[in-house]
């Protein structure tokens, strides 16, 4: 069953508050759900029989990520980036069904070589085929900031990009290329051995193929770069990065060689979600104020006119999908009022698809309910390749809640469970290149685990 509403009056009421209805309209009690179908248990996790498992690991002990997996681009191999205070660390499972597991030490100390040397991480990105990392850390053993890369692969060496004299508290790190690293530095800050200086502050375009200092100054972007990683649009032609603060976003236009700030209004914290066709629009996630204050909300802002349009609150999770749609999980018996008063009440888990060109939103269920202070927390995640949706619920179950997955097809509008687990905590998850394929990950666990699945798409 599907609840399709056309026009521009209808979408216009649609987006004002996501599938709300009416604020005072009467939801009834949910009824008693059925019996649910039989379940596979493959350690925390219950899977449907028609999933197919590929492969379940064990995690190294005290191995733990807020990192979703990374997919090699060839699919052959998944691994697992932990950030620890001094370097990072690689959980890989590659081989045959994947049953060869990898544990080691990217050595991006500051010699790339010994793990005395004193230093902190600042910023790090994977390259978009997912076979190599490149990081930004502070040499504090002679005043500096040193940009590595290295091969994902065990037993592969850092090697030095560039080198900055002084250290910093703001930097961004993100992949032109499979060769070409755009680099962000703010500001140095003082040391017992210098003053703080803008010298060096602004972008670069860094090689990975030329040993030694080879930056290439780009952009005048100073004390406007955040702590964290560019997010490029297709073409890489431009890129958005966050203000240290998180309350405000920039704009990196490469042809014409700025940076302005984006024309957003003075929200709280801004989470960028991803860019629309032709790098024309982004969808952003932040809080509303005034009568909704902290009701997380989904907007997209039209770059070259920067209007904005709110998508759906309470939510902060929505992609883009090939088709130029925006796919956003919520439920008609949610709006902010429900959210704030009664977060406890019970509500359908629906996922709706808005295409602006058609004036339509289409509203499918998921098969789930939730609550309504827990279907806030819903993550998405979508397959180019298969166009397909991966989005996670949390059910509650007593006092705490069981996080599920589920997959819905954009183009068959088929659903598929995928995978439940037994874990008061959500899980990390991500498709392989191809799609049909899932690497899920209780990456807080003690004990972890990262569960491989083949799914039966349709």
Known sequence: MRLRIRGALALALMLSLWAAGCAGRRHSKPVALPTPPPRVAVGPFLLPPEVRVIAFHSLPAHFSTSIPPVWSENGLAVLLLQIVPNGAKIARFDGASFGHATSFNLGLEADGQSASSPFSLRA????????????????????????F??????????????????????????????????????????????????????????????????????????????????????????ALVSSSDGEAVFLLDFDRFACRPVALPSLARIRVLGW??????????TVLGGRYAGVPAVFELALAKGQRRLIGAPMAGAVYTKRGTIAIPGSRSLNPIVYRLKPERLVPAQIGVVDESAFE????????????????QAAIAYSPSTDTLAIE??????KAFNPAIVSFSVATKQLQSVAGARLDRMLLYNWAPAGGRLAICDCAGEPGSLLIVDLPLK
């Open 124 to 147: 790090f990105a994977i390259d978009p085929e997912g076979a190599n990392l490149a990081a930004i850390v502070d040499d504090s053993s002679d005043d500096s900031v040193k940009v």
């Open 393 to 398: 619920v949390p059910v509650p179950v007593e």
């Open 149 to 238: 890369a290295r091969s994902l692969e065990p037993g592969g060496a850092a090697k030095l990009v560039a080198r900055f004299p002084g250290q910093v508290d703001d930097a961004a790190l993100g992949w032109m290329s499979q060769s070409d690293l755009l680099m962000g530095l703010g500001a140095t800050r003082a040391t017992p051995s210098a003053a703080p200086s803008e010298e060096f502050a602004g972008l670069y375009r860094l090689s990975t193929t030329t040993r030694g200092d080879n930056s290439q100054f780009v952009i005048d972007c100073k004390h406007k770069i955040n702590s964290g990683r560019f997010l490029l649009s297709a073409g890489r032609r431009r």
């Open 276 to 285: 629309g066709a032709q790098d024309s629009s982004i969808l952003y996630s």
């Open 361 to 376: 939103t289409t509203i499918f269920p998921l098969g789930l309910w939730t609550s309504a202070g827990l279907l806030a």
